[in-house]
């Protein structure tokens, strides 16, 4: 871990960081979601099925790639390399295992999802690898509601489920609470996520194992690209594009920064 140059793919400096206090983790965070992309691309490829690369959690191969090859991932790989971030850095923090649920309170697999929590004055959820909404700031443990730029609210409640301790909720202007996942609050080491991330990167009913596409926050909203489509939402405005599939590695550079070939392959 080379804590300096992880910090510059975020465009932060140690300074930035020194105080190891809740503003460092929140500028920590805020930079980081708005820097670098969640995409499944190393998994299905370009729309062509180009550049299948797989996942890996092992963590030189994660600062590798999202580091110093400026990519993005999906949570085992993002809050993976950010949390061995925070503790070089010198916070206090956990890899917990959350569970996102679908419509019957199913979690296919379990440990579906990968989150981290700091110990400050109290315990915050800091998470960079959820897609739309994204989370943008720590949030307390504690049912204190925090709204973020984009208007989104935020929470965690305890949860009324016997298999988990907390519920990290959301709320979009003029909705309700709606449920983001579940977590329990008890440590574990990046290995207890291979088998579900191996599950989750090769089974055809996984939702990252369809189409290619990519997602960042942006001051306001975020952007979203698909095969055939860019999305661009800022507060309560938002445009669609189409993209034609010889412009969409074009548009994968320009909107998130990421290049998966070279001049000359892309050319090919």
Same mark, same amino acid.
């Given at each position: 871990?080379?804590?300096?140059?992880y910090?510059?793919?975020?465009?932060l400096?140690?300074?930035?960081?020194?105080?190891?206090d809740?503003?460092?983790?929140?500028?920590?965070?805020?930079?980081?979601?708005?820097?670098?992309?969640?995409?499944?691309?190393?998994?299905?490829?370009?729309?062509?099925?180009?550049?299948?690369?797989?996942?890996?959690?092992?963590?030189?191969?994660?600062?590798?790639?999202?580091?110093?090859?400026?990519?993005?991932?999906?949570?085992?790989e993002?809050?993976?390399?950010?949390?061995?971030?925070? %503790?070089?850095?010198?916070?206090?923090?956990?890899?917990?295992?959350?569970? *996102?649920?679908?419509? /019957?309170? @199913?979690? +296919? $697999?379990?440990?579906?999802?990968?989150?981290?929590?700091?110990?400050?004055?109290?315990?915050?959820?800091v998470?960079?690898?959820?897609a739309?909404?994204t989370?943008?700031?720590?949030?307390?443990?504690?049912?204190?509601?925090?709204?973020?730029?984009?208007?989104?609210?935020?929470?965690?409640?305890?949860?009324?489920?016997?298999?988990a301790?907390?519920?990290?909720?959301?709320?979009?202007?003029?909705?309700?609470?709606?449920?983001?996942?579940?977590?329990?609050?008890?440590?574990?080491?990046?290995?207890?996520?291979?088998?579900?991330?191996?599950?989750?990167?090769?089974?055809?009913?996984?939702?990252?194992?369809?189409?290619?596409?990519?997602?960042?926050?942006?001051? %306001?909203?975020?952007?979203?690209?698909?095969?055939?489509?860019?999305?661009? *939402?800022?507060?309560? /405005?938002? @445009?669609? +594009? $189409?993209?034609d599939?010889?412009?969409?590695?074009?548009?994968?550079?320009?909107?998130?920064?990421?290049?998966?070939?070279?001049?000359?392959?892309?050319?090919?």
């Amino acid at each position: 871990m080379n804590a300096d140059r992880y910090l510059e793919r975020l465009g932060l400096t140690s300074a930035d960081v020194a105080a190891l206090d809740h503003g460092a983790l929140r500028r920590l965070q805020a930079t980081h979601v708005r820097t670098v992309p969640f995409e499944n691309i190393a998994i299905t490829g370009d729309p062509e099925g180009n550049g299948v690369e797989g996942v890996t959690l092992d963590l030189a191969d994660l600062y590798a790639k999202i580091v110093e090859r400026e990519r993005g991932g999906f949570c085992y790989e993002l809050n993976g390399l950010f949390g061995w971030l925070l %503790a070089e850095l010198g916070f206090e923090t956990d890899r917990l295992a959350g569970r *996102v649920l679908d419509e /019957e309170g @199913r979690a +296919r $697999p379990p440990a579906n999802h990968h989150t981290n929590v700091v110990t400050l004055d109290r315990r915050y959820v800091v998470d960079v690898g959820v897609a739309i909404p994204t989370i943008r700031q720590p949030l307390p443990l504690d049912g204190s509601v925090r709204e973020d730029e984009a208007g989104v609210a935020w929470r965690v409640v305890e949860s009324d489920r016997p298999d988990a301790d907390y519920c990290a909720q959301f709320r979009n202007p003029g909705g309700d609470w709606q449920r983001r996942y579940v977590f329990r609050d008890r440590p574990v080491d990046l290995d207890f996520f291979r088998a579900s991330c191996e599950f989750l990167a090769t089974a055809p009913e996984s939702p990252f194992t369809s189409d290619p596409f990519a997602t960042i926050a942006t001051p %306001a909203g975020h952007r979203k690209l698909e095969p055939g489509t860019l999305t661009i *939402v800022e507060g309560s /405005e938002t @445009r669609e +594009r $189409p993209v034609d599939p010889r412009e969409w590695h074009d548009a994968l550079q320009r909107e998130f920064g990421i290049s998966l070939f070279t001049d000359a392959e892309h050319s090919d």
